[in-house]
């Protein structure tokens, strides 16, 4: 079965240091997100993308993210400078369509900033 | 903001026995409706869904029930076994929203032998 795939699955980095995570998202679908999960808290939506452009974004998802997708099969979540509160699981999830479509979603990236 | 909310935090079952996790909604205008199953360490993992004309919908094992009334949706497992074990999302969006989830708090399954 296609599966989104993300890497890497752990991440480390430095207050103030730029990261990017990485995701393979479903061969087939145009529509992509970024999601996190806190620690213990819900899983919280960022963006959404379709068509080489941002669709939708939460308040969380400030001038310090960016997300890209430079070819045709990776998407990623750039962000700028880390803060301690960008500690978190990021996952990534792909659809076909637009529009009350389950999403599938990967295995996440476990970043930790310290 | 408006958003979805889970009653409890942690269920625990005997091996075999059925399942039922809840979930409550506020948003009025969501209209679509999934439970999610995640593992630790994993993404979420699509179970089921439902969409607001229906109130009841089954996969394997598993039935989803929606009450628009009482904006109420839950999960029911049957047969529960100890691979069920694992934190239940259930997550809404509305028609125009873009596929944007607003997931709930989650629920603890464990499941006893």
């Known amino acids: 079965e296609p599966e989104v795939t993300q890497t890497p699955s752990h991440q480390v980095t430095q207050m103030g240091q730029e990261v990017i995570l990485r995701c393979v998202p479903i061969s087939n679908h145009l529509y992509f997100y970024w999601y996190r999960q806190i620690l213990g808290q819900k899983v919280e939506f960022l963006v959404s993308?379709?068509?080489?452009?941002?669709?939708?974004k939460s308040e969380i998802f400030d001038d310090q993210f960016s997300v890209e997708r430079p070819d045709g099969s990776n998407f990623t979540l750039k962000i700028r400078s880390t803060k301690l509160e960008d500690s978190a699981m990021y996952f990534c999830?792909?659809?076909?369509?637009?529009?009350?479509?389950?999403?599938?979603f990967g295995s996440g990236t476990q970043l930790s900033v310290l | 903001g408006e958003s979805v909310g889970l009653h409890l935090p942690t269920l625990s079952v005997q091996e075999g026995d059925n399942s039922i996790i809840n979930c409550a909604y506020s948003n009025s205008a969501s209209d679509y409706f999934i439970w999610y199953k995640q593992e630790s360490g994993k993404g979420p993992q699509f179970i089921i869904d439902i969409r607001s004309n229906m109130d009841k919908r089954q996969g394997q094992r598993v039935t989803v029930l929606l009450n628009k009334t009482v904006k109420h949706l839950s999960l029911q497992i049957a047969a529960t076994q100890p691979g069920d074990s694992a934190v239940y999302f259930c997550?809404?969006?509305?028609?125009?929203?873009?596929?944007?989830?607003?997931f709930g708090t989650g629920t603890q399954l464990k499941v006893e032998l």
């Open positions: 999830a792909s659809t076909t369509r637009r529009g009350n479509e389950k999403l599938f």
């Open positions: 997550a809404e969006t509305f028609t125009g929203g873009g596929n944007k989830l607003t």
């Open positions: 993308f379709y068509n080489n452009e941002i669709s939708e």
